[in-house]
Nanobody, 123 residues
Framework: VQLQASGGGSVQAGDSLRLSCAAS????????MAWFRQAPEKEREFVIAIRENGARYYADSVKGRFTISRDSAKNTVYLQMNSLKPEDTAVYYC??????????????????WGQGTLVTVSS
């Protein structure tokens, strides 16, 4: 399984950005897909996750601003980020786990990772 993340870039505070994570090697079916992020000199943290049944899980810091969706036909997961803040600056990683895990917030649960894409938000 390979995950290919894309869509990062440099934006201004308040702007929007959409990240994509394309999976190859297996379908998204039956698993949990998530995004984590890691800011400079900080630990990797959970951002958002989605299950096959549509259940979504959010970190408190992104509730109301970020959403996650999946396109089964394209085998791709999207992270829509709105109202971006400077504190959202980080390298964003998509992650996949089969089968679903209840500990969706733990990076240790995920066996597959994308390469990371940098998001920089300036004030």
């Amino acid at each position: 399984v390979q995950l290919q993340a894309s869509g990062g870039g440099s934006v201004q505070a308040g702007d929007s950005l959409r990240l994509s994570c394309a999976a190859s090697g297996r379908t998204l079916s039956g698993g949990t897909m998530a995004w984590f992020r890691q800011a400079p000199e900080k630990e990797r943290e959970f951002v958002i996750a989605i299950r096959e049944n549509g259940a979504r899980y959010y970190a408190d810091s992104v509730k109301g601003r970020f959403t996650i969706s999946r396109d089964s036909a394209k085998n791709t997961v999207y992270l829509q980020m709105n109202s971006l803040k400077p504190e959202d600056t980080a390298v964003y990683y998509c992650a996949g786990r089969w089968p679903h895990t209840v500990r969706y917030y733990s990076a240790n649960e995920y066996g597959y990772w994308g390469q990371g894409t940098l998001v920089t938000v300036s004030s």
